[in-house]
């Protein structure tokens, strides 16, 4: 059976793995702590809400005004805790994609975490049945290499030889859909991960589909 899309170019963060809740949030709690312990640390709704929209660097740096000795600080606290918790994959996720690689599919993930935790998520999930994604863009400091610009997308298109038509972004916040926009590739939301009326509501309006579930992402991939 032909597939609609031949390569899937997915987020990692609350599109594959639930990981906001245990990992990202929880670390930026302890950050506040740390350096602004006189503060109230925004709850994980507004967090998801930030992540959105300015971005997290941007929240970090203009709108909690932490300076580059702060920001080294925040990234080394949250990498302990990216290296210490393991999220799980959203059910069902993990076998879609099984078996739309098995039916030729490629498997780009493009994510703001670091290559070497996507790869442990995805090694520790399949119990050593390595299922192993074809190439990962992950965190990098070079701003222009990572979303909401265009050079993952661009550079897997090279890579693989692809038309923009063969091609599907599933994310679940703005900077993914943003990528896909910039390099002119479908894009499709993740609407399992978070209930937040806003951000759903530009998920739909400026989305190719809207998933509710990860069965309806099944479903779409598989054809």
Known sequence: MTLRYSCLVLDHDDTAVD???VIHHPAHVEVMKQLRPNDIPVNLET?????FDPGIMD???TELQFDEDEITLEYKIWRDYTESIIPEFYPGFLEALREYRERGGLVAVVSHSECDIIGKHY?????GNLFIPDVVFGWTTD???RKPHP???QQILQKFN???EDVLVVDDLKPGVE????????????GWSHQIDEIRDFMKENCDYFFEQVEDFSQCILN
Request: net charge positive.
């Open 151 to 153: 050079y993952p997308v």
């Open 123 to 127: 090694e520790t999930a399949t119990n």
């Open 143 to 145: 701003e222009s290499k």
């Open 162 to 164: 692809l038309n923009a």
């Open 19 to 21: 990981s906001t809740s």
């Open 47 to 51: 967090w998801f809400r930030k992540n």
């Open 179 to 190: 990528m896909a926009r910039s390099a002119g590739v479908p894009v499709a939301a993740a």
């Open 59 to 61: 929240f970090l740096k």
